[in-house]
Nanobody, 119 residues
């Protein structure tokens, strides 16, 4: 089994910042791409950012210039630094990873962490 656990969500005012963290654990040989997705009430889950095992990031247009994704391969961690937050960034943020494990290749999701941007 491979598990992903997110942390760092909360309530923040517009223009503020938050840093999300995601820790992967379990029977992991290596992790391929990792990413962050979000789902707002009434909306479908959407891609926020992804990062390859080599550290190459990609971002949704809506967060470019405001969010930064990074990872620590030694710790099996991925981070999302969110700056200049807007009310429309309010959502549950989910961590995602493709992992080679004792069970083969798995696509794994975390349970999510809620980010609320409001004054």
């Amino acid at each position: 089994q491979v598990q992903l656990v997110e942390s760092g969500g909360g309530l923040v005012q517009p223009g503020g910042s938050l840093r999300l963290s995601c820790a992967a654990s379990g029977s992991i040989f290596s992790i391929n791409a990792m990413g962050w997705y979000r789902q707002a009430p009434g909306n479908e889950r959407e891609l926020v950012a992804t990062i390859t095992s080599g550290g190459s990031p990609k971002y949704a247009d809506s967060v470019k210039g405001r969010f930064t994704i990074s990872r620590d391969n030694a710790k099996n961690m991925v981070y999302l630094q969110m700056n200049s937050l807007r009310p429309e960034d309010t959502a549950v943020y989910y961590c995602n990873a493709g992992a080679y494990s004792g069970y083969g290749y798995l696509e794994v999701w975390g349970r999510g962490t809620l980010v609320t941007v409001s004054s």
